[in-house]
């Protein structure tokens, strides 16, 4: 499995970026695919994920202000941020969780560099 990302960039704090992530190879029993990332000095962390059958999940200080979308048919999912702060600066990684037999796979792409100035 392959995920590609794109989309990042540098941004003024307030505006908006649309991070977008196609996934290719054997996603057979895809499960979920989402958004994570990581800023400099701490760990990686969720910012959205779509799962089977439509639910989402944000995490809390992105709520109201990115909203995840995910084509199933065609194995994508983007994230639209609006009212980017600085402190959403970070590397951003597309995932995709897929079930082979008894365990639940996790794939990364590359990551997406994000830059909110002030």
């Known amino acids: 499995v392959q995920l590609q990302a794109s989309g990042g960039g540098l941004v003024q704090a307030g505006g908006s970026l649309r991070l977008s992530c196609a996934a290719s190879?054997?996603?057979?029993?895809?499960?979920?695919m989402g958004w994570y990332r990581q800023a400099p000095g701490k760990e990686r962390e969720l910012v959205a994920v779509?799962?089977?059958?439509?639910?989402?999940n944000y995490a809390d200080s992105v709520k109201g202000r990115f909203t995840i979308s995910r084509d199933a048919a065609k194995n994508t999912v983007d994230l639209q941020m609006n009212s980017l702060r600085p402190e959403d600066t970070a590397v951003y990684f597309c995932?995709?969780?897929?079930?082979?037999?008894?365990?639940?796979?996790?794939?990364w792409g590359q990551g997406t560099l994000v830059t909110v100035s002030s």
């Open positions: 190879g054997n996603m057979f029993n895809i499960q979920a």
């Open positions: 779509s799962t089977n059958g439509g639910s989402t």
């Open positions: 995932s995709a969780n897929v079930r082979r037999s008894s365990v639940t796979f996790r794939y």
